[in-house]
């Protein structure tokens, strides 16, 4: 059984067993988010989300349409998903370009992750890192624009 917090606001959507909605959490209809999961509070999630199983996402994350999030995924405080690489005032795409997280990668607070992007399986990236191009399993990356620093083993 999930938990939702009566003060979050959660549409028609797919919410696993043992997943926690926290206060002032907006899921709009669609979104379809895993078991055993933490949404912390002041979260955004649009429709066209997957996120899958064992994910905690911090609070004042916003998860655009068009993300995909795999199972074991940390994603820290105030990271930042774009999915509209031209952005312009009322100027709409037809489509929005989304960011893949792997399994077991984990993101550091204030992360800023740039469409189209790939985080692969059990990569880290660093606190305030700006991700402008895909990450390969097991990197750790860091910086402006994120850089590899080692591999995991």
């Not at 999930?2 to 043992?18: N, P, R, Y």
């Not at 997280?101 to 700006?130: E, F, H, K, Q, R």
């Not at 860091?142 to 590899?148: D, Q, S, Y």
């Amino acid at each position: 059984m999930s938990f939702i917090h009566s003060l979050a606001d959660v549409s028609e959507c797919t919410l696993g067993a043992g997943t926690k909605v926290w206060q002032f959490v907006v899921i709009l209809k669609g979104a379809i988010v895993g078991e055993n999961c933490n949404i912390c509070a002041q979260c955004l999630i649009e429709g066209d989300v997957i996120i899958g199983d064992n994910v905690t996402v911090k609070s004042g994350v916003q998860v655009w349409d068009g993300t995909r999030i795999g199972n074991n995924v940390f994603i820290g405080p105030n990271v930042t998903f774009t999915n509209d690489p031209f952005p312009r005032s009322k100027e709409y795409p037809d489509s929005f370009t989304g960011i893949t997280v792997c399994d077991s990668a984990s993101i550091g607070a204030n992360a800023t992750v740039l469409p189209g992007v790939t985080i692969g399986a059990s990569a880290m990236v660093g606190a305030g890192a700006v991700v402008t191009k895909d990450v390969p399993p097991k990197a750790v990356v860091v910086g402006n624009p994120a850089k590899i620093i080692r591999f995991l083993e």
